[in-house]
């Protein structure tokens, strides 16, 4: 069972409006979460860097929310364009001091006009 | 404008031909990645250096092998490519200071 789950798999939604995606880890003991968003063909490129002390931090329209005592993460993306149609991919950090990092298999996003 | 660079884009090739997978970065980083990534799965860690001559197998069992003889370049190789191969490859890089990484944009491999 992969250590970071992420919901829904995929996702369509009209243009202009909300969505949020979801990422549940197990990952022990965490050192960061990061969302990154990955176009078609393309390598990851990332969006947002939490740390445990932090609940909520925003990049533009993409708002990413923590809750370390539940180990859950959300990313919200507000007034959706079509360039936002991509995968987003949940990654958890493990320990300090290496780059032990848990992908989640993300979630497909179209956004349709 | 992109500070990891992965060639080819797209590679189709016959099975049991021997290809390498360039991936260089000109950010100076010591830490270098090889993932493999299937569609709509998660990344998985193939290879990974720590520094020049430094070479690790990842999470993810890989007939390929890599090579770091110097900082900026990373090139993985398949000395005989199965259609089981055909994925896509993803190189990244970091450094000490950074927690996440940088990637490359990839390479789509077809073995037929």
């Known amino acids: 069972k992969n250590q970071v789950e992420q919901s829904p798999q995929s996702l369509i939604i009209l243009e202009g409006k909300n969505c949020t995606l979801q990422?549940?880890?197990?990952?022990?003991?965490?050192?960061?979460l990061r969302w990154y968003k990955q176009d078609t063909g393309r390598g990851p490129v990332s969006l947002t860097i939490?740390?445990?002390?932090?609940n909520t931090k925003s990049n533009g329209r993409y708002t990413a929310t923590l809750d370390a005592d539940t180990k859950q993460s959300s990313l919200h993306i507000t007034a959706s364009q079509l360039s936002d149609s991509a995968s987003y991919i949940c990654v958890v950090r493990r320990g300090v001091g290496n780059n032990d990092m848990r992908f989640g298999a993300g979630t497909r996003l179209t956004v349709k006009p | 404008e992109a500070d990891i660079y992965q060639t080819p884009r797209y590679l189709v090739i016959g099975t049991g031909k021997k290809i390498t997978l360039e991936c260089s970065q000109t950010m100076g980083h010591d830490k270098m990645y090889w993932y493999q990534q299937d569609p709509g799965m998660e990344l998985h860690l193939i290879h990974y250096?720590?520094?020049?001559?430094?070479?690790e197998k990842g999470d993810l069992s890989s007939e390929s092998t890599v090579s770091r003889i110097r900082t900026e370049h990373f090139p993985l190789t398949l000395e005989s490519a199965r259609p089981s191969h055909t994925s896509q490859y993803l190189c990244a890089s970091s450094s000490p200071e950074m927690t996440g990484y940088t990637f490359g944009s990839g390479t789509r491999l077809t073995v037929v």
């Open positions: 990422c549940n880890y197990t990952v022990s003991p965490f050192s960061n």
């Open positions: 250096s720590y520094g020049v001559n430094s070479t």
């Open positions: 939490m740390t445990f002390s932090e």
